[in-house]
């Protein structure tokens, strides 16, 4: 029972509507971002606030997927702040 309301704890988290949704229009961007998680969980990455942003020298605050999402480059990232990291979505789409 224990285990059971823990379970359903969690897949409360990851199955709220608007996660959904959000993993329904990018499933290849949620895996790749898993992977970096894992990845900072099992001591292969730092987590990107002991980083500092590329672009800009000041605390970065999440890794960039700066070679896009394919399965091969999961763990090939950039530690970006946030300004950075807009900045760069904006370019890719071709708004800047
Ligand atoms: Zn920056």
């Known amino acids: 029972m224990e285990r059971g309301m823990r379970l359903l704890t969690r897949w ?3 199955h709220t509507e608007e996660n959904r949704r959000y993993r329904d229009r990018h499933p290849d961007k949620v895996r790749a971002r898993n992977a970096v998680t894992h ?4 001591k ?7 980083r500092l942003c590329v672009d800009c020298q ?4 999440r890794y960039d997927h700066y070679r896009g999402y394919d399965t091969e480059n999961w763990l090939n990232v950039e530690p970006v702040c946030i300004p950075c990291c807009a900045r760069r979505e904006r370019a ?5």
Do not use: F
């Open 58 to 61: 000041s605390q970065a605050r």
């Open 92 to 96: 890719r789409k071709g708004t800047a």
């Open 12 to 14: 409360k988290r990851n």
């Open 39 to 42: 990845a900072i969980r099992d």
């Open 44 to 50: 292969k990455l730092v987590p990107a606030k002991l």
